[in-house]
């Protein structure tokens, strides 16, 4: 929990990319995770995840983003990679490792488990690169401004991420004060076994659902002292956004991702398949 509040915390540090609008690296984001969707091609999605790697040092977030991706990438992807293989439908021209009975180890099966977990590789590191990069609770608000004066929307759908984002650090700070005070009344909450640490978390949960519960009420009448009205659409923003042509260019390169995927098709290079 506590490394995810400070990978919420660097998308606030000062970089090229953390000054981009926060919509641009929306869509970048959208463009990284369709890539590996349209192609299967370990070469192809290694090039595309060192080039978000490069793009990490611009950022200034290398040390961190690479020290938890070290730490990710065996947990996400060494359990694809090293079952795969044993699934991999069996044929007669393959080159197998091993083979008895059901059970069976071929080169090819391990080249297509390679391939898709590049896949998982390339998507999980689009997404903490933009995490790292993105303040969430300013995507809200950019997110928010846009569909109030584009698309005629309520802010109440905005206000409910940014709340969600801007409280989690509070109820995390309650879980372990709560959790602290149990402790010190010589109750261990991660001793024992499974079904007795089930029960511990139960004390746990009722006094943190409680102040949940009391802040959500809280911020329900500090709305209504403020007259917030969900069927108002005009309002104002603290901070207004606007595309720039550095917004226009980094939303670009993940269309030109997209773009160098589908020539990848059409020449026959985007699938682990040529491989095999």
Request: glycine share 4%.
């Amino acid at each position: 929990m506590a490394f995810v509040l400070q990978m919420l915390e660097l998308g606030k540090l000062r970089s090229p990319i953390h000054s981009l609008d926060p919509r641009a690296k929306l869509l970048w984001w959208i463009c990284l995770i369709i890539v590996p969707i349209l192609v299967t091609n370990p070469f192809i999605l290694l090039a595309f995840t060192i080039w978000i790697w490069i793009m990490a040092v611009l950022a200034k977030i290398s040390y961190k983003m690479y020290r938890f991706l070290i730490i990710t990438y065996p947990v996400m992807v060494g359990f694809i990679v090293l079952t795969w293989p044993f699934f991999y439908p069996a044929t007669e021209d393959q080159f197998y490792f091993f083979r008895f009975g059901i059970l069976h180890w071929s080169l090819e099966g391990t080249i297509y488990a390679l391939a898709m977990g590049m896949r998982i590789v390339l998507a999980l590191t689009a997404c903490t690169f933009f995490v790292m990069t993105t303040d969430l609770m300013g995507l809200a608000s950019a997110v928010g401004e846009f569909m109030q004066n584009k698309l005629r929307i309520s802010y109440m759908y905005p206000l409910m991420v940014i709340s969600s984002f801007k409280f989690l650090p509070e109820l995390s700070g309650d879980y372990i004060t709560i959790t602290d005070s149990f402790r010190s009344r010589a109750c261990d909450i991660d001793a024992g076994s499974i079904v007795q640490r089930f029960r511990k978390t139960i004390p746990v949960a009722i006094p943190l659902i409680d102040s949940m519960l009391r802040r959500a009420m809280r911020i329900s009448i500090a709305l209504e002292l403020k007259a917030f009205d969900v069927d108002i659409k005009d309002r104002t923003f603290y901070e207004k956004y606007v595309f720039t042509w550095k917004d226009v260019l980094f939303v670009l390169t993940g269309v030109l991702a997209i773009l160098f995927s589908i020539l990848a098709i059409v020449l026959g290079i985007a699938k682990v398949e040529m491989y095999l």
